[in-house]
Each structure stands twice: as structure tokens, then as C-alpha cells.
């Protein structure tokens, strides 16, 4: 029916809190049926940034240009810090430490590419396992961003191929006979706004660690391309990962 659009969408508008208004433009006349979830995630950090020391701060880009952020500063206070092979990491916790932002910043002379193309699981757990706890200075870029894409190639590059082919998929378990429906798209949406306060998610960097004085707390300055992710603790679930190349486009 086309009037399911705004089924649709006014369902996925409520379950990511406005965030994400629609994902349905139109039902083409062969659609059978949708299958749709939403995760939407909203955490205040456990200790915030200062708003009014946030100020504009240069952050260095891939191509060896240069950007203007907004850098958010928060005073010496608890985290949790990792140092890897080619990087360093954060875990910024939200509320009562339940969830965390970590934060992956390739060294100098690593890119944040080659850093993603290494993160193994292997890598991941060492990381989630060997963090410890310090007390630093935290410097991290303001950022918002949407995404979206069409998942059909990259599903069908990890094996799915057969159930985007019509005549071949076999989804009788849902319908009909082998061969009568199969799967014609798959979309993905992604909003995310990083600020003071916490971080607000719904989906459908040289980092200098050193000693700023003799008297003075360590410095964690986030000033070009990481990896970052919003993880349940302690299952270790990742809600949402991504990889930031410019905070300011």
C-alpha cells in the first residue's frame, strides 16, 4: 500500500527520536514487504567538557591540508588509555560507566586507513582488555554527521549474492516457493552528534600524549583522522563505529 510510506517512516522518525525523518521515499508496486530496526542511543559524559573553552584548533587531513574544528578541552579527570602498535586510545565513559566512547588515533607517520585495515579482532580485544585507568586532559574535535548508503554491493561481497537474485534466492521460509522473492535493497541510514555534553547516536589525528609541564596532568589531543566507537561495556557490544576524517566538513 503506498500509504505504508509514512507507516514507515513516522515509525522510524519516532524510534530514532527525530533523528532520522525517513527512510522509505516510495513502495514500488513488486515490493512485498519491509524489514526494518532502529537503534538510537543518547549518553551524557561521565565527565563533560567545558563549553566555554571549547575555541577553534587546527586538525590535519588525509591529503596533508589542514581543517578548523571546534576542540572541545575537559580538565584532568579519570579515563581509561591504551598504547597499541601504530596507535593510542581513549574510553570516554558516559553516565555510570555502563557505555563508552573509544577513541583510536593513529601514531605519527600512520594513517587512520592503514589503523582501520589492522583492527583485527585479535587487536580489538587486546585494546578492550588492556586499558588503564589515568587521569588526563582531554582534547577532542566537536562533530555531527549523517550517512547513508545502499548496502547491496557490500553485502553481496561477503557471500549474500544469491538472495539479491531473482529466481535464485530461496526466502519461502517468509512466502511462496524457492525463487519467488528475493531481496531488492538494503538501505542504511546513521546520525551523530558529538558536543559537550555527550554524545547523541540513531542508525536505521595525530594524537599527542605527553607532558604539557612538569606539574601539569598528561594531554590526549585528537587533531587528526580516528576511529571511534560507542560500546556496551560490558558485554563489549559495539552500538556504533565509524571513522572521522574531517569534523568540520
Given at each position: 500500500?503506498?500509504?505504508?510510506?509514512?507507516?514507515i517512516?513516522?515509525?522510524?522518525?519516532?524510534?530514532?527520536?527525530?533523528k532520522?525523518?525517513?527512510?522509505?521515499?516510495?513502495?514500488?508496486?513488486?515490493?512485498?514487504?519491509y524489514?526494518?530496526?532502529?537503534?538510537?542511543?543518547?549518553?551524557?559524559?561521565?565527565?563533560?567538557?567545558?563549553?566555554?573553552?571549547?575555541q577553534?584548533?587546527?586538525?590535519?587531513?588525509?591529503?596533508?591540508?589542514?581543517?578548523?574544528?571546534?576542540?572541545?578541552?575537559?580538565?584532568?579527570a579519570?579515563?581509561?588509555?591504551?598504547?597499541?602498535d601504530?596507535?593510542?586510545?581513549?574510553?570516554?565513559?558516559?553516565?555510570?560507566?555502563?557505555?563508552?566512547?573509544?577513541?583510536?588515533?593513529?601514531?605519527?607517520?600512520?594513517?587512520?586507513?592503514?589503523?582501520?585495515?589492522?583492527?583485527?579482532?585479535?587487536?580489538?580485544?587486546?585494546?578492550?582488555s588492556?586499558?588503564?585507568?589515568?587521569?588526563a586532559?582531554?582534547q577532542?574535535?566537536?562533530?555531527?554527521?549523517t550517512?547513508?548508503l545502499?548496502?547491496?554491493?557490500?553485502?553481496?561481497?561477503?557471500?549474500?549474492?544469491?538472495?539479491?537474485?531473482?529466481?535464485a534466492?530461496?526466502?519461502?521460509g517468509?512466502?511462496?516457493?524457492?525463487?519467488?522473492l528475493?531481496?531488492?535493497?538494503?538501505?542504511?541510514?546513521?546520525f551523530l552528534?558529538?558536543?559537550?555534553?555527550?554524545?547523541?547516536?540513531?542508525?536505521?589525528?595525530?594524537?599527542?600524549?605527553?607532558?604539557?609541564?612538569a606539574?601539569g596532568?598528561?594531554?590526549?589531543?585528537?587533531?587528526?583522522?580516528f576511529?571511534?566507537?560507542?560500546?556496551?561495556?560490558?558485554?563489549g557490544?559495539?552500538?556504533?563505529?565509524?571513522?572521522?576524517?574531517?569534523?568540520?566538513?
Amino acid at each position: 500500500s503506498p500509504d505504508a510510506v509514512s507507516t514507515i517512516n513516522g515509525w522510524v522518525n519516532t524510534n530514532t527520536n527525530g533523528k532520522i525523518p525517513t527512510i522509505v521515499d516510495a513502495i514500488p508496486a513488486s515490493m512485498v514487504m519491509y524489514l526494518i530496526n532502529a537503534i538510537y542511543f543518547k549518553g551524557a559524559w561521565t565527565y563533560q567538557f567545558d563549553k566555554s573553552q571549547t575555541q577553534p584548533a587546527p586538525f590535519q587531513l588525509n591529503d596533508g591540508g589542514e581543517a578548523t574544528v571546534q576542540m572541545m578541552h575537559r580538565g584532568a579527570a579519570p579515563a581509561r588509555f591504551y598504547t597499541g602498535d601504530g596507535f593510542r586510545a581513549a574510553d570516554l565513559a558516559y553516565g555510570g560507566d555502563a557505555y563508552s566512547m573509544t577513541i583510536l588515533l593513529p601514531d605519527a607517520g600512520e594513517s587512520v586507513d592503514s589503523l582501520a585495515a589492522r583492527l583485527s579482532p585479535d587487536v580489538w580485544d587486546a585494546m578492550a582488555s588492556g586499558f588503564s585507568q589515568d587521569s588526563a586532559e582531554v582534547q577532542l574535535p566537536r562533530f555531527r554527521l549523517t550517512y547513508k548508503l545502499t548496502l547491496n554491493d557490500v553485502l553481496k561481497a561477503l557471500g549474500m549474492g544469491v538472495a539479491f537474485e531473482g529466481g535464485a534466492a530461496d526466502l519461502s521460509g517468509i512466502a511462496g516457493s524457492p525463487g519467488d522473492l528475493f531481496i531488492s535493497e538494503v538501505k542504511h541510514k546513521t546520525f551523530l552528534d558529538v558536543n559537550e555534553e555527550g554524545t547523541e547516536a540513531a542508525a536505521v589525528t595525530s594524537v599527542g600524549v605527553g607532558i604539557v609541564c612538569a606539574c601539569g596532568p598528561p594531554v590526549f589531543r585528537v587533531d587528526r583522522p580516528f576511529l571511534f566507537a560507542i560500546r556496551e561495556r560490558l558485554s563489549g557490544t559495539i552500538l556504533f563505529i565509524g571513522k572521522i576524517t574531517n569534523p568540520a566538513a
